[in-house]
């Protein structure tokens, strides 16, 4: 592929990329990079700041593709396409969590919250799946309802218009929700990005639908709206495992193999123990390194503020690293380091 067809898939969300790490390279940094901002702007702020532009225009592209719909759903008495309405106005309402979430992570530290509240985008997330669960489950009730008690299906033009409305309106959303979650390294963001984008596929599978019942099929109708609720369904559960795996300090497999490619390029420190979690959308490590016990406690430093710049050189999602001292023969790391050392 054409390094143009690679940048434009990229684009719409369709590249691959790893989210815990951003390369290689001393002086590799993805857009939007922070592990090393410094500036008048504090760094979490402007990232929560984007991730409110996302969530915003996503609620606002959502919201009036799904009032075009269910002005359509009135006029046809499509169950295919109500089913999609009201996946797309639970899409639009998954908005008011998050917004909530990445207002809330704008706060600052405080006594009761050492860390902050990064950790509510993860709450945010499960409120999300429920409202997913709940319009699958009301699209289901409504699809089952259809094929038990079959009507009429009319002005299908429209109904294939409505179709294609929801595509593209869900496709926008998608890419706005994916670049923005990479941006910012929001799990939560980039998740519900991709269901967006499936949510477009099965706009789609309503004019396929309006299309059966055109050539004399009316079950079509009600046969589609199944689909869109098995594949809810499916949203559901993907999304689920997503958001639970940072509930549970989770992380990408790449994530300590990052650590140690870090400490590789700082030759007096060998990680003995290396952990990392997610808070929100920044990662937090907490890492020991061997040293000798006669090394003067200003080698022993110089070390550490090396292997804590390679690391957020190579990772720029990283927000504090906390790097202890072990000494060289010790089978567990002793916690007599230095301390957090914070990115910002």
Known sequence: MSRLGAHILDWFGFGSRDHAAHGHGHHHHASGSHGHTHGVIDATIATTDRGIWAIKWSFVILAITAALQMVVVALSGSVALLADTIHNIGDATTAIPLWIAFMLARRKPSPTFTYGLGRVEDLAGIIIVGIILLSAIVAGYQ???????????THLGWLAAAGLVGFLGNEAVAVFRIRVGREINSAALIADGYHARTDGLTSLAVVIGALGVWLGFPLADPIVGLLITLAIFGIVWQSAGSVL????????????????????HVPAARIVDAKARWIGHKLHADIAIAVEESLPVCEAKKITAALEHELFEHMPALAAANIRLASADADYPHEHGHGEHDGH
Do not use: C, K, Y
């Open 245 to 264: 795996t940072r509930m549970l300090d989770g992380i990408e497999p790449g994530t300590i193999g990052e650590i140690h490619h870090a400490a590789a």
């Open 143 to 153: 699809a089952i309802d259809r094929l038990i008690n079959p009507r009429v299906v």
